[in-house]
């Protein structure tokens, strides 16, 4: 592979990223939708419609959607399909977020793919003057050719934002799974989370089958009523299928499943830490049996297995013993309510030393207060990616002080990390968090990259060339 070709691959790809832009005015968005869609469709046309090519799952909520697909694909790929998987954002790779079967998308595969997706892509720009795709956009679509290309059984593809008019809803799924609605992303798709649930829920699709692990009652009463009205057969977590304790034995990760009038899987378990993925799992296992009536049959050793096999880096992952390091990319106040109770129920009373970094666009005030209070010292950074900065590292420090906890600011997110470790000593734990972007900033110390590529700076206007 000659590495100035991939390096040129992804610097293409990068300039798509929209700088600068915010999301559109309350009265342009049902057109800045509707675009998003057509353009879409018209990219996926010229590349002979890809995404038609295989079966998928398709897999949106607010919280555990990465999860949810992870263990998604685990379970088929243990049952012997061949298995796509495509989740948002990625840590350290663009190339994560297209995996066959566990392998990342290869260098020679990525360059193939961007040389097919160029001349579609300037076809698109053609025909709609003044679009300019996005990162996303192109992303979604490399990950769709490269699956297609790859043959896969089914693909497994996680919603970016929303999911009505998200560029992954070209897909015609067999099952749909929506994990949850809570208030992230609400100055895009809000304000209320009842709009927040009208955009996870166009999801559901005519006559397929629809999983919802939607709590909140006013959520929960779109969902049902999006299923109702396109008539899609809709399983409610909670109410038509439970995942509940084991009645016996140690219960950290175990969990029995059951669904009213259905199966029963007995003494499930998984890997991941936190008692809320036994609650995605779950969700996983509905998928998979509603899969089964659609002609991708799962038998129950492959269920145990994938379930036990699945991993996700940078949820509540430890990378390191004294101190104890995890990182878990909690952006949102829902998911930094889960991270703060999950490690009450893995470390008890040890000190917490938290380095955080939050995005500028995230409710800095819900995610602060939710998990602040709980540390001893919090070490705050800053690492944000072209077209979404973070919240500068001393304003953050300044929050966090108003609290009454301790908190400094290191910049550096390295140094960061350096410093919280010293901090925290030998029987202390660490936890980084608050945005992927950090997590996936400093997982190099721990985990090898596997494209150490530097991103370059393009223009702020997409160039359709390569």
């Known amino acids: 592979m000659n590495q100035t070709r991939y390096d040129a691959a992804r610097r293409f790809v990068d300039s798509f990223i929209h700088e600068g832009k915010g999301p559109p005015a309350p009265s342009e968005r049902p057109a800045f939708w509707r675009l998003r869609l057509e353009t879409m469709r018209a990219l996926m046309d010229q590349l002979g419609e890809p995404h038609r090519g295989f079966a998928s799952v398709h897999v949106g909520g607010t919280s555990g959607k990465g999860s949810v697909s992870a263990f998604i694909a685990s379970v088929l790929q243990a049952a012997g399909y061949r298995v796509g998987l495509h989740t948002t954002p990625f840590l350290q790779s663009p190339r994560e977020k297209c995996a066959v079967n566990g392998e ?21 720009v053609r025909r709609f ?4 795709p996005s990162y996303v956009q192109v992303s979604t679509a490399l990950a769709f050719q490269h699956f297609a290309t790859q043959q896969v059984d089914v693909a497994v593809v996680e ?4 999911g009505r008019f998200d560029f992954t809803n070209v897909l015609a799924p067999e099952v749909a799974v929506v994990t949850n609605v809570g208030m992230d992303h609400a100055i895009a798709i809000g304000p209320a989370i009842e709009d927040i649930a009208w955009h996870k829920a166009g999801i559901i699709k005519a006559g ?15 969902v049902a009523a999006q299923a109702d009205g396109v008539g899609a057969p809709l399983l409610r977590l909670g109410i038509d299928f439970s995942c509940s304790p084991p009645t016996a034995g140690p219960k950290a990760g ?21 008692d809320h993925q036994v609650e995605n799992a779950g969700l996983a296992v509905a998928a998979v049996d509603a899969l089964g009536d659609r002609g991708f049959p799962v038998d129950h050793e492959s269920l145990r297995i994938g379930l036990k096999r699945a991993f996700v880096p940078g949820r509540l992952e430890i990378v390191q013993q004294r101190p104890t390091v995890v990182l878990d990319g909690a952006h949102n106040k829902e998911k930094v309510r889960t991270l703060a109770g999950a490690l009450r129920g893995l470390f008890g009373i040890r000190p917490l030393t938290v380095v955080l970094g939050v995005g500028a666009a995230k409710d800095v005030a819900g995610i602060v207060e939710m998990l602040a209070k709980q540390a001893v010292h919090v070490v705050c950074t800053q690492a944000g990616v072209r077209g979404k900065p973070a919240v500068n590292a001393t304003e953050l420090a300044a929050f966090v002080s108003v609290l009454g906890v301790t908190a400094e600011a290191v910049a550096d997110p390295d140094m960061a990390v350096e410093r919280a470790i010293r901090l925290a000593g030998s029987n202390g734990v ?28 393009a223009g702020h206007r997409p160039v359709v060339s390569f």
């Open 254 to 274: 175990r969990f029995d499943w059951e669904c009213l009038g259905g199966p029963a899987y007995r003494d499930l378990s998984i890997s991941l830490h936190g």
């Open 430 to 457: 660490v936890c980084i968090t608050g945005s992927f972007y950090l997590v996936g900033r400093v997982r190099d110390r721990w985990s090898a990259n596997p494209d150490p590529v530097e991103q370059v700076v």
């Open 208 to 222: 397929v089958p629809a999983i919802s692990g939607v709590a909140d009652p006013r959520a929960a009463a779109v």
């Open 159 to 162: 919603v970016s934002v929303g």
């Open 129 to 132: 003057p003044g679009y300019h």
């Open 104 to 124: 990342l998308i290869g260098q020679d595969e990525f360059v193939e793919t961007v040389h097919r997706l160029t001349p579609a892509l300037s076809e698109v």
